[in-house]
């Protein structure tokens, strides 16, 4: 079981990225996925998650309207497209599966404990 996180960069702020989390071992149509970010000195937080059945994909209040998450069950990869991208949304980005829908409180959903595998982080910078 393994997570590719792919698309990390740097952009001026009001720019765009893709993020890519392509899985392998598994497949995609029992499992959660959730992007989470660290920024320098900050604790890992938790950004979005789409899963099977319960009604997402679910935002933080941040980037809500800014960022979409989606899901290419043909390719077993989970992008974030991130939009109007603001400095504070710089951060190493990481993509996490836990098998199951996302869970309905945002408290547990974002709870990294409950994520079973992890990819490697992807770099996003926003600075002009």
């Known amino acids: 079981v393994q997570l590719q996180a792919s698309g990390g960069g740097s952009v001026q702020p009001g720019g765009s990225l893709r993020l890519s989390c392509a899985a392998s071992?598994?497949?995609?149509?029992?499992?959660?996925i959730a992007w989470f970010r660290q920024a320098p000195g900050q604790e890992r937080e938790g950004v979005s998650c789409?899963?099977?059945?319960?009604?997402?994909?679910y935002y933080i209040d941040s980037v809500k309207g800014r960022f979409a998450i989606s899901t290419d069950f043909g390719s077993d990869t989970v992008y974030l497209q991130m939009n109007s991208l603001k400095p504070e949304d710089t951060a190493l980005y990481y993509c996490?599966?836990?098998?199951?829908?996302?869970?309905?409180?945002?408290?547990?959903?974002?709870?990294?404990?409950?994520?079973?595998?992890w990819g490697q982080g992807t770099l996003v910078t926003v600075s002009s």
């Open positions: 996490a599966a836990k098998f199951g829908p996302c869970p309905f409180t945002e408290r547990v959903r974002y709870f990294p404990g409950n994520y079973d595998y």
């Open positions: 071992g598994f497949t995609l149509d029992s499992y959660a």
């Open positions: 789409t899963g099977p059945g319960n009604g997402g994909p």
